[in-house]
């Protein structure tokens, strides 16, 4: 008679797979303190000038989540550097790359401030277009970056700065470039193509296993919900990466059982006029996390294949700038 085999425990899942089919979901409360106090002191005043920024706390949680200290980190679309700065604070390096020149140099010159005021990572911020990746990263993160932490631009105008006056509220830093090459003013189609190029290229530089975190929220266009975060992951699988998780960062902060929200003057301004017109808005209070991983097949190549422009081709236009201790703190544009 043979006896049964005593059932062996089933494996620990690794912490990037999802179960039974599902990707791994979680909250991360990542607006205790508002926007404001998280970049108090830590990054330079003129940061607050873009109008798409990234919360500290969201590339923060997501560094310490996924890498260790002296692991690379990069962002391909870094905008004032928010991953980069909180990636050199974390004990990692980092790599930006940034297609508008302003926030190029003001990403660099927050490295700077960063290593002044005790980061020990070094940074690097490329000044060009993250569609041409491969072409414009340095040869020496190839396949050896091991967290991407990034946002797409969500349209011409986001977030931004209210002045009250005599001729009425005027609004300020709301708006990002008129280079009509920027990808927030292309329509979703082409937005999505833009994105799926950069990841793309963000999987020749991903080491094997690397994750890639996209921060991205719905929005509302003439009157109507846009699904942007199922449609990245969508552009996550055709560049080739698999959707591992899906999380939740609050943007809001937690008091016991409460959601304390922390709005911008346009979010409010716009609910309140949408309910007005008697549609039924709320304020939206969390962006989705899309976690994707770099899984190369055995055998096969992580390189970019296709023609690529040199880097030095003039629609590249490269800054490469090692953040260093003694540079300058200032906010001139490269």
Not at 131 to 159: D, F, N, W
Not at 272 to 288: M, N, Q, S, T, Y
Request: hydrophobic fraction near 40%.
């Amino acid at each position: 008679m043979t006896e049964p085999r005593p059932r062996q425990a089933a494996p620990t899942p690794h912490p990037c797979e999802p179960g039974d089919g599902d990707l791994r979901l979680s909250v991360w409360p990542t607006a205790q303190r508002d926007a404001r106090a998280q970049r108090a002191g830590r990054y330079l005043p003129a940061a607050t000038a873009h109008p798409g920024k990234m919360l500290p706390a969201i590339a923060a949680t997501a560094i310490s989540r996924y890498t260790q200290p002296g692991d690379l980190v990069a962002d391909p679309m870094c905008g004032i550097g928010t991953t980069l700065i909180e990636a050199v604070h974390l004990g990692r390096d980092a790599l930006g790359v940034e297609y508008e020149p302003r926030w190029a140099g003001l990403a660099a010159a927050g490295i700077a401030h960063a290593r002044r005021h005790g980061a020990t990572g070094t940074g690097e911020v490329v000044c060009g277009d993250a569609r041409q990746l491969p072409a414009i990263a340095p040869a020496s993160a190839r396949g050896k970056v091991a967290l991407i932490v990034t946002s797409p631009p969500y349209g011409p105008s986001v977030h931004g700065h209210v002045r009250a006056g005599a001729q009425g509220v005027r609004k300020f830093n709301n708006r990002y470039s008129h280079d009509p090459v920027n990808l927030a003013h292309h329509g979703l189609d082409a937005l999505l193509g833009g994105i799926t190029r950069i990841l793309v290229g963000c999987a020749a530089l991903l080491r094997p296993g690397g994750i890639v975190v996209i921060t991205a929220r719905p929005w509302r266009h003439r009157s109507e919900l846009v699904d942007l975060p199922s449609a990245v992951i969508a552009a996550g699988r055709a560049a080739g990466l698999t959707p591992v998780e899906r999380c939740v960062a609050l943007l809001a902060g937690l008091d016991g059982d409460r959601l304390v929200a922390r709005p911008s003057f346009f979010q409010l301004d716009n609910t309140r006029k949408a309910r007005a017109r008697g549609e039924p808005w709320h304020l939206i209070v969390h962006e989705d996390l899309l976690v994707l991983q770099h899984r190369p097949f055995p055998g096969s190549s992580s390189e970019l294949k296709g023609p690529q422009r040199e880097p030095g081709h003039p629609s590249v236009a490269p800054l490469h700038r090692r953040a260093a201790a003694d540079q300058a703190d200032g906010t001139r544009a490269a």
